[in-house]
Nanobody, 125 residues
Framework: VQLQAFGGGLVQAGGSLALSCTASGHINEDYAVAWFRQGPGREREFVAAIRWAGDTTHYSRFVRGRFTISKDNAKNTVHLQMNSLSPEDTAVYSC???????????????????WGQGTLVTVSS
């Protein structure tokens, strides 16, 4: 599976930004597609994930209620809508996939076996 993430940029605190992750290759409905991020001087952390079938999502407690992950079936693209952004959301965001939706594995970076380049999101105060 090949992934390409895009949509990062500079936004003011309180603003919104949308990221996209386009996937190609053989993907079945049980695949998980997740967003992770790594901010300056911080550990890499899980953000959100969606099952390729589009029927299940999972969020980090840090973004729940502010971010929404969704899937565009026609374009094989997963979107991450980010609202109410704060400087703490500044990070390189990357998307990853794993072939099976297993809830315990979803937030774990090393459980994924395909990933694309990250995209930088900068939130100014």
């Amino acid at each position: 599976v090949q992934l390409q993430a895009f949509g990062g940029g500079l936004v003011q605190a309180g603003g919104s930004l949308a990221l996209s992750c386009t996937a190609s290759g053989h993907i079945n409905e049980d695949y998980a597609v997740a967003w992770f991020r790594q901010g300056p001087g911080r550990e890499r952390e899980f953000v959100a994930a969606i099952r390729w079938a589009g029927d299940t999502t999972h969020y980090s407690r840090f973004v729940r209620g502010r971010f929404t992950i969704s899937k565009d079936n026609a374009k094989n693209t997963v979107h991450l809508q980010m609202n109410s952004l704060s400087p703490e959301d500044t990070a390189v965001y990357s998307c990853r996939t794993r072939p099976k939706w297993t809830l315990q594995a979803i937030p774990v970076w090393l459980e994924y076996n395909s990933w694309g380049q990250g995209t930088l999101v900068t939130v100014s105060s």
